[in-house]
């Protein structure tokens, strides 16, 4: 549960960065009411855009890989090129991309709770 909680954590931190990237009138007023109102520029956040995709597909990447089944990080790696695409492409890419992401952490905690907790 504790790495599903960190995928999850994850994906939502980037999907806070792409609200923001996108202009969600939310998300920029969140930033500037605790007074990060400096991340508002793209120059911060598509880093840290990319940098927190790359945290959850190396998330899913351990947990897959602990499982036996690469499927779901494939499915998600995909979801986060489609997500970082987007951004400069379509604003239904990236969410298409970040659901593809959720989905496939959520197939790979249900892989993870198949498989048998010791083979001794």
Same mark, same amino acid.
């Given at each position: 549960m504790k790495e599903? $909680?960190?995928?999850c954590a994850s994906v939502a931190g &980037?999907? $806070?960065a792409a609200a923001c990237?996108?202009?969600v009138t939310a998300a920029l007023s969140v930033l500037a &009411?605790?007074?990060?109102?400096?991340?508002?520029?793209?120059?911060?956040?598509?880093? !840290?855009y990319l @940098?927190?995709?790359? !945290?959850?597909?190396?998330? !899913?990447? #351990?947990? &897959?890989?602990s499982h036996g089944n690469l499927a779901p990080?494939?499915?998600?790696?995909? @979801?986060? !090129?489609?997500?970082?695409a987007g951004v400069w492409i379509s604003a239904a890419l990236v969410y298409a991309g970040l659901a593809a992401l959720i989905a496939s952490n959520v197939w790979d905690y249900w892989n993870g #709770?198949?498989?048998? &907790?010791?083979?001794c």
């Open positions: 599903l $909680f960190k995928q &980037a999907g $806070f990237c996108l202009g &009411a605790i007074g990060a109102g400096f991340l508002i520029n793209d120059a911060f956040l598509i880093p !840290l @940098g927190l995709l790359a !945290l959850s597909v190396w998330l !899913l990447y #351990r947990s &897959a890989r990080f494939r499915a998600g790696l995909i @979801g986060a !090129l489609v997500a970082f #709770r198949r498989v048998p &907790a010791c083979s």
